[in-house]
């Protein structure tokens, strides 16, 4: 599909822009667990054991079952590991499992024939299936390409009719760091490529009367992984198919960074309706991924109950009212392009904020103790009393929120305080302090002089005449709030409307949470997926020139690492290292955890930098995409280093690798030495 095709179905990859409906797919059969049509959002993970260790395997997927997993995906490189789904199968049936199973295949197609035999779902990747990747540039004339389609054809369409024939459903997914030198060279590494390369194999199986597939668009990058599965629901729409939706964000990585960067990709698709399915792939045992999925995943049964609840008291609502129809929306912002990462143009307050200056981070320490100065170490400010000075950390905040209360010690000269606006005009000395209105109260203020006026608003404020009577210059940030179930799409419309406006003022987005009686760890958890989906999926589409993270029963420093970690995940504002880490799989030929706990102990200070920590040349380097640096099993106790997508480093011994890796980034010259705490 063109440009010119891309841009007339812009807007249209969901129901509604503004209030929560979940797009409605056709419904798969799986074995006895159905996806899409009106089922639930399905869980699902992967197993990370040899396949052919039928016992590990079997008792690794009770436990991802009874974590809550719907679906058990294991791996089948080969045709033997195919065969050996059958035991598997067996032996779970025995003990009373009857999850649905799902082989993955990549490179195999006689692996694939033989696990579709087998089990309930088959997954291929376009990419690999009957293409290759040498990171060729390929220039083929229509006739040729076309000649290429056939070729796949034919290798495609048995595997099709084995599906057909024993009632085996089948995914196809898409991975961005695994498309075909014909793709790339046919459409770029863009997210159109992406999706052409699951159409085509779409169309084939529509040719064959084929329809029991899953479809999905992974990527480590949120940013490209959300703008990918928009455009394929838009396709897929503009052609009458309506498939169900398997979410992901692959190579995520584990702890903190990993649910953070699931979150803003996967919250930001199902904030939007879309999503039958969700996969959280973390470095981590796979039993520990269900229940961020289920987490992720539970908020939007509380958003369909209050849309029912809405039209039952509305009384007859018609069909169409109740969902939807994909080709009705109710907003089309006139320059938004969902495809396309585009910043929000602003003016630049103070040279401090909008503009092009990276989006601000605001923690409240309104309720700490101001007596002692190292209470700022939390918000990155590491108070020495030795020397009576501070050391700033990579993720130090840019405001902290006082409200009324004065501090009793001096604050770092670049860190910004905001107070309340009547105890900002009592301030005898206000460098570097700014005062936060309410709209009422900055239309009748009489001091506007601060060179930053934070004013609060929330999305219905546009349309009020208090609105239209702001005082506007380039002073004015708005601190946008919400107190809306569906907070996102909330906040969102304000910034539609502002666009409709000719508003170019700077946007501080702000999201409140409670966690009341829970415990820290999921306390934590919760946060992080929450705020990640909540502001992740503005920043996406670059709406925002900073974030605050309101949480009084969270921790300054968990609310400050959250913050900084959802800018770093939309790609807003880098202060760390990136780690595009694979889950692990049964193709692992090296223990991924402590690989990835070993690599991140001696780089992580290595402020920017991407480093791609790979399993297996399946997760290789077309999978790592944009990373600086790689690191992938190649052979049993063998390791290959890549400088972005080169291998200049081939079947090192494991044990000097990490060596070898830290050697490559400093011929580079990008090798900082560690500063010792």
């Not at 049936?93 to 009857?98: A, L």
């Not at 405001?399 to 606006?421: H, M, R, T, W």
């Not at 005082?471 to 004015?476: T, V």
Request: aromatic letters at 8%; glycine letters at 8%.
């Amino acid at each position: 599909m063109n440009a010119d095709a891309i841009k007339v179905l812009q807007g249209r990859y969901c129901n509604s822009l503004t209030e929560y409906s979940r797009f409605v797919t056709r419904e798969v059969a799986i074995g006895d667990v159905p996806m899409g049509g009106n089922n639930p959002i399905r869980i699902q993970s992967m197993t990370t054991t040899d396949t052919m260790d039928t016992i590990g395997t079997v008792e690794q997927s009770i436990r991802m079952i009874e974590a809550g997993c719907e679906y058990v995906r294991i791996t089948a490189p080969s045709i033997k590991e195919a065969q050996n789904l059958a035991e598997i199968k067996k032996q779970l049936r025995q003990r009373g499992y009857t999850t649905p199973l799902v082989a993955d295949i990549h490179f195999t197609p006689n692996a694939a024939e033989v696990a579709a035999r087998i089990v309930e779902k088959v997954r291929v990747n376009p990419g690999n299936y009957a293409d290759k990747k040498k990171f060729d540039q390929i220039d083929y004339t229509d006739a040729e390409y076309q000649g290429e389609l056939e070729r796949i054809y034919q290798k495609f369409s048995p595997l099709v009719k084995i599906c057909k024939e024993y009632g085996t459903a089948m995914r196809i997914g898409t991975n961005h760091g695994s498309l075909s030198d014909r793709i790339m060279s046919r459409y770029g590494d863009t997210p159109q490529g992406m999706v052409e390369s699951a159409m085509e194999f779409m169309r084939m199986c529509e040719m064959l009367n084929y329809y029991n597939l899953v479809i999905s668009m992974k990527s480590s990058n949120p940013q490209v992984m959300v703008q990918a599965y928009r455009l394929l629901v838009e396709i897929m729409v503009a052609e009458g198919m309506n498939y169900p939706l398997h979410l992901g964000v692959t190579e995520a990585g584990d702890g903190e960074d990993g649910r953070i960067k699931s979150a803003v990709g996967i919250g930001t698709l199902l904030e939007d309706g879309l999503g039958d399915t969700v996969r959280v792939s973390l470095t981590e045992e796979p039993e520990a991924e269900a229940p961020v999925a289920i987490a992720l995943v539970e908020r939007y049964l509380e958003r369909e109950k209050a849309k029912g609840e809405r039209l039952k008291a509305k009384g007859n609502v018609s069909a169409e009212e109740k969902n939807l129809s994909p080709l009705t929306f109710d907003l089309s912002p006139p320059s938004h392009n969902p495809y396309e990462y585009k910043k929000r143009p602003t003016y630049e307050a103070n040279a401090f904020i909008g503009g092009h200056m990276v989006p601000r981070v605001v923690v409240d320490l309104s309720q700490s103790n101001l007596k002692d100065p190292t209470v700022l170490n939390d918000a990155g400010y590491l108070y020495s009393p030795l020397l009576d000075k501070y050391n700033m950390a990579d993720q130090s905040v840019d405001f902290v929120y006082l409200a009324d209360q004065l501090p009793l010690f001096n604050l770092p000269g670049n860190l910004k305080q905001l107070y309340n606006y009547q105890t900002w005009q009592k301030l005898a000395d206000k460098t570097n302090c700014h005062p936060v209105f309410s709209l009422q109260k900055y239309i009748k203020a009489e001091d506007r002089t601060s060179t930053l006026n934070l004013v609060r608003v929330k999305p219905a404020d546009i349309d009020s005449e208090e609105f239209g009577l702001l005082p506007f210059d380039k002073s004015l940030v708005f601190v946008l709030e919400t107190n809306a179930l569906h907070g996102m799409a909330d906040q969102r419309l304000f910034f539609f409307k502002m666009e409709e406006l000719g508003l170019d003022v700077p946007v501080i987005i702000k999201r409140s949470y409670s966690f009341e009686n829970q415990e820290s760890r999921i306390k934590n958890q919760d946060l992080q997926l929450f705020s990640a989906t909540d502001l992740g999926a503005l920043l996406v589409d670059g709406f925002g020139d900073g974030i605050w993270v309101d949480a009084p029963q969270a921790e300054t420093k968990v609310i400050t690492s959250t913050s900084f970690g959802i800018l770093q995940a939309t790609r807003s504002r880098i202060s760390k290292t990136e780690y595009i880490s694979c889950p692990s799989c049964g193709r692992t030929l090296f223990d991924l955890m402590i690989t990835t706990q070993m690599i991140r102990s001696r780089t992580s200070h290595l402020k920017g930098l991407k480093i791609g920590i790979m399993g297996c040349i399946v997760n290789g380097p077309g999978e790592m995409a944009d990373a600086d640096y790689g690191y992938v099993g190649s052979g049993t106790d063998k390791v290959t280093l890549y400088r972005g997508k080169e291998a200049v480093k081939k079947n090192i011994t494991s044990v000097n690798a990490l060596d070898e890796l830290i050697n490559i980034i400093r011929e580079d010259g990008n090798w900082i030495e560690p500063v010792e705490n």
